[in-house]
C-alpha cells in the first residue's frame, strides 16, 4: 500500500470576471496550505499562466499574500475570454489547446487546482477534471447564480454597491422630479437587481425571471405621479426583458466567451419617455458592481472557502466544489454544482416581499 503524501504542492487560479474577495480566498489557501507544509503556485490570468513561456506561475508565500484581504481584483490576474478548449492563437486561429495545459500542469507535478472562478469557469474545471486534473472548486460570482451554494462571494459586495448608488440617485431624481432608471449586472439572474432595488426602496424592479410589460411600468410612474411623488426609481436588470421580447445583447458573440448583455435601460428609459412625457435618464452601474473592497461578510467568506479548500483537498477530495451550507461549508461534487443556474424563484419570500411593499416587478 502506497503512503499518504503530505508534502503537497498546489495550483491555484482565478478565473471569469474579478469579483471583491478573490484576493482573500488565494490569501487563504496559501496560509491554510503553507501551515501545511505545502507550496502553493498561483497560475497567472487563468490558465494563461500555463501556457506562457516564463513568467506566468506566481510562488505564493505568507510573505507574498500580505495585506491583500480587503482589496479587490485578484493578484493573479483573471480572463473572461480564450477558454483553453476555443482557444485563439495570436495567428487568429481558434483551436483546442486543454491538452497542453494538462501537460503542463503535470510536467509541474502539481498535486491539485484549487479553482476559483463562476459559472463559466467552474465548467472549465469540470472539464479538466474529467480529463485527469485533480481539481476543487471555490464558488465567486457578483451574479450568485450557483445552485449548490446558499451565496458566493462577491454578491454581498455588488449588491452594497448597488444599493448605495440607488440611495444617491433618490435626491437627484427627487430634485428635478425626475424618473432615473438604472441598469444593473446580474447576467441572466436577478439577484442584484432584486436584492438592491428592495433595499434601495426602488419603486420599479425588473428581473430576467419575470418578463415585464412596459403598461405595468408606466402604470406604477402615473400612480407615484397621482400621489404626489413626483419622481421614480425604477431598476433593471441587464437580462431583463419585455415579455414576449429577447434580452438585449451588445456586440456579436465571440467564440469562447459569453455574449454580453446591456441596453435594456436605456430602452425602458425611452419607452417610459414616450408613454409617460415624465423626463427621464437612465445610468449603466457596470463594472462598478465588480470593484473596490470587499464587504465584511465577503471577506470572511472568501477566507472560509478557500482554508476549506485546502481542509477538502488534506481529507482526499477532489472533483468538488466548496459551498456554503449555514452553519457550515460542505462539499458538493463539481459536476452537480455546474449543473444548473440559481435563477431567483418566482414564489421566494424576497419576491412576496417586494410584492407586499407594493414594488412592481412589471408583471
Ligand atoms: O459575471 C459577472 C459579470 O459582471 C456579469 O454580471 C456581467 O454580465 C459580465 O460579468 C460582464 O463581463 P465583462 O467584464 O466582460 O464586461
Known amino acids: 500500500m502506497g503512503r499518504k503524501k503530505t508534502h503537497l504542492k498546489i495550483a491555484v487560479n482565478t478565473g471569469g470576471g474579478d469579483a471583491p474577495g478573490l484576493n482573500a480566498v488565494i490569501r487563504a489557501v496559501t496560509l491554510a496550505a503553507t501551515q501545511r507544509g505545502w507550496d502553493v503556485y498561483g497560475i497567472k490570468k487563468g490558465y494563461n499562466g500555463l501556457l506562457m513561456e516564463e513568467d506566468g506561475l506566481m510562488h505564493l508565500t505568507p510573505s507574498k499574500v500580505r495585506g491583500i484581504t480587503h482589496l479587490g481584483g485578484t493578484i493573479l490576474g483573471t480572463v473572461n475570454k480564450n477558454s483553453p478548449f476555443e482557444y485563439l492563437t495570436p495567428e487568429g486561429q481558434l483551436t483546442d489547446v486543454s491538452d497542453v495545459v494538462l501537460k503542463k500542469f503535470k510536467e509541474h507535478n502539481f498535486d491539485c487546482l484549487i479553482a476559483i472562478g463562476g459559472d463559466g469557469s467552474l465548467k ?58 438604472v441598469e444593473l449586472m446580474g447576467r441572466y439572474a436577478g439577484w442584484i437587481t432584486l436584492n438592491s432595488g428592495i433595499s434601495g426602496t426602488a419603486d420599479v424592479v425588473l428581473i430576467p425571471e419575470i418578463p415585464f410589460s412596459m403598461e405595468k411600468v408606466c402604470e406604477k410612474i402615473m400612480e407615484r405621479e397621482r400621489s404626489g411623488g413626483g ?55 457596470g463594472h462598478l458592481q465588480r470593484g473596490g473592497q470587499p464587504t465584511t461578510f465577503d471577506r470572511l467568506l472568501g477566507l472560509r472557502f478557500g482554508t476549506a479548500a485546502v481542509r477538502a483537498l488534506e481529507e482526499g477530495h477532489t472533483g468538488i466544489m466548496v459551498a456554503l451550507d449555514p452553519p457550515t461549508v460542505k462539499y458538493v461534487p463539481l459536476e452537480e454544482a455546474v449543473s444548473k443556474m440559481k435563477l431567483v424563484p418566482l414564489n421566494c419570500d424576497t419576491i412576496l416581499t417586494a410584492r407586499d411593499l407594493g414594488v412592481c416587478l412589471g408583471d
Not at 146 to 168: H, Y
Not at 238 to 262: D, Q, S, W
Open 124 to 181: 472549465l474545471a469540470n472539464r479538466f477534471y474529467k480529463m485527469g486534473m485533480p481539481v476543487i472548486g471555490v464558488p465567486k460570482t457578483i451574479d450568485n447564480d450557483l445552485e449548490s451554494t446558499i451565496i458566493t462571494f462577491g454578491f454581498d459586495t455588488a449588491v452594497t454597491t448597488a444599493t448605495d448608488a440607488i440611495d444617491k440617485l433618490h435626491s437627484t431624481a427627487e430634485s428635478h422630479s425626475r424618473v432615473m432608471v
Open 231 to 285: 419622481f421614480s426609481i425604477v431598476v433593471v436588470a441587464e437580462g431583463a426583458k419585455p415579455a414576449g421580447g429577447e434580452m438585449m445583447t451588445i456586440g456579436e458573440k465571440e467564440a469562447g466567451r459569453e455574449v454580453r448583455l446591456g441596453g435594456i435601460g436605456e430602452w425602458v428609459t425611452q419607452e417610459i419617455q414616450k408613454r409617460t412625457g415624465k423626463e427621464c435618464r437612465s445610468l449603466v452601474l
